[in-house]
């Protein structure tokens, strides 16, 4: 399956809090149903990041890690 | 080797570097601090001047009197940083050369980024608490909401301690029944570190002072009193209290020393600057991925002045590293606090509130003139 990322950004380095507060500045420009990608090294990100997807309503579509770098793909939500 | 070391700001920071430089090579090196104002103000008071247990003018000091002899005083703004000349230049069209320049500029706080909220309430300057204090003193109930504007700011706590101490205060005017206390934090718990949001959290609740999460403030709506996140929600307040976006000064961004925020990228563990030799940064002034406070610049302060030093006297890079030691005091209300120690490879482990560490938050403040600026606390 191959998805579109509508907008990718790059948090490696950023320390908590900054990667929510970048993501949910960026998911405002979107439309809904468009994905963002993020790439993060916080490991506190891993869990904040599925927290924020509940909070907020939008879906945590895929999340992994390599190497020390964790992976996040978040749709923007329907409504 | 130089023999001019020059200090761009007289905060914390600045002030520590000088007096240890001159300490070490008066002799070798001319020490000089440019600072806009020649005033030294303690701004961890400012949070204790906001709810009226602190005197303004017991935060102010002339730096010169913190400063060695030693040590050349130059009360001008630093406008604009040649690195390639190694000059500085002043607002007075003074020009000072630099053999070692450190960058103590610290941050400044940019409410007018925010949408609406140039009236919003803050306690991150002097005349933001000395402001917000009398608006509490003609509060007589509603609804206060604490929020956060921007990411990173100074004093990470402090949003905290200042809804304990807000509370502290109504109660003791005793309108606390009629008002509620909401604090909004731009994560799903109270503070970043997981283990003391775990610590302040029962008590937040225990005061009734009420949490919301994942609330980002993007803009305020002055006339409606409303306040809306980046996440969309919406809470109406009487009385707002912000914590304002931070961003270096403008002598950094002038002179293209910094990222897009204006701070300055240096090694996290040496404090040189990342591209430019000769050039050093503690403090609030870097990028590094650490709290922005006095207690860090106070760390670093020791390392940036071994390197310098070491410049000075022609010798090798000392193997003195800072170790992104952090040590905060964070008050809990009721004549209690707590204490937040970590560095870049230990979380904190913060030990149940008392009135010991209450007391010692309150001793550190009053012996600060005396210790901190001096370099005489490791």
């Known amino acids: 399956m191959s998805i579109t990322i509508a907008m990718s950004l790059d948090l490696k380095g950023l320390s908590c809090p900054l990667p929510i507060v970048k993501t949910a500045k960026a998911m405002k420009g979107l439309a809904p149903g468009q994905l963002l990608e993020v790439f993060a090294t916080d490991p506190g990100s891993v869990p904040d990041f599925k927290a924020w997807s509940m909070a907020t309503g939008n879906p945590l579509v895929e999340s992994g890690q390599d190497g020390g770098v964790f992976h996040f793909v978040l749709k923007k939500k329907e409504f | ?378």
């Open chain 2, 1 to 378: 080797m130089g023999n001019d070391v020059l200090i761009l700001g007289g905060g914390v920071g600045g002030t520590i570097v000088a007096n240890l430089v001159a300490k070490e090579v008066a002799d070798k090196a001319r020490v000089t601090v440019v600072d806009s104002t020649g005033v030294h103000v303690y701004q961890p008071g400012f949070l204790y001047v906001a709810v009226g247990r602190q005197q303004p003018a017991a935060l102010r000091r002339p730096e010169s009197e913190l400063l060695r002899h030693e040590v050349n005083l130059v009360v001008d703004q630093a406008t604009f940083v040649d690195a390639a000349n190694q000059k500085v230049v002043l607002r007075s069209g003074r020009t000072l050369r630099y053999d070692e320049l450190l960058l103590a500029t610290g941050s400044r706080t940019v409410m007018d980024e925010v949408p609406g909220a140039a009236g919003a309430h803050d306690f991150y300057t002097m005349d933001g608490a000395t402001r917000l204090f009398k608006a509490l003193q003609e509060f007589k109930g509603g609804t206060i909401v604490i929020g956060v504007a921007g990411i990173p700011y100074k004093c990470p706590p402090a949003p905290v301690e200042f809804v304990f101490l807000l509370d502290d205060y109504l109660r003791a005017r005793h309108i606390r029944e009629q008002s509620q206390i909401k604090l909004l934090s731009p994560l799903n718990r109270a503070f970043t570190i997981e283990t003391t949001s775990k610590l302040v959290q029962p008590i937040l609740a225990e005061r009734g002072i009420e949490l919301t999460g994942f609330f980002n403030v993007e803009t305020v709506d002055p006339i409606a009193k409303t306040v809306t996140s980046l996440e969309g929600e919406t809470i109406a307040y009487d009385l707002l209290v912000l914590v304002p976006p931070h961003r270096g000064q403008k002598v950094i961004e002038d002179s293209n020393l910094g990222d897009a925020r204006g701070w300055v990228p240096v090694d996290k563990n040496t404090l040189r600057h990342s591209n430019l030799e000769h050039v050093w940064a503690i403090g609030d002034t870097t990028n590094i991925p650490i709290s922005k406070s006095g207690s860090v610049a106070h760390y670093e302060a020791s390392v940036a002045a071994d390197g310098i030093v070491a410049e000075v006297k022609g010798e090798k890079a000392p193997a003195h590293v800072y170790d992104g030691k952090v040590m905060c005091f964070l008050e809990t209300g009721h004549g209690q606090a707590t204490t937040i120690r970590f560095d870049y490879d230990h979380p904190p482990v913060s030990p149940s509130p008392s009135r010991l560490w209450h007391w010692a938050k309150l001793l550190f403040n009053k012996t600060y003139w005396h210790t901190v600026p001096q370099g005489r606390l490791p």
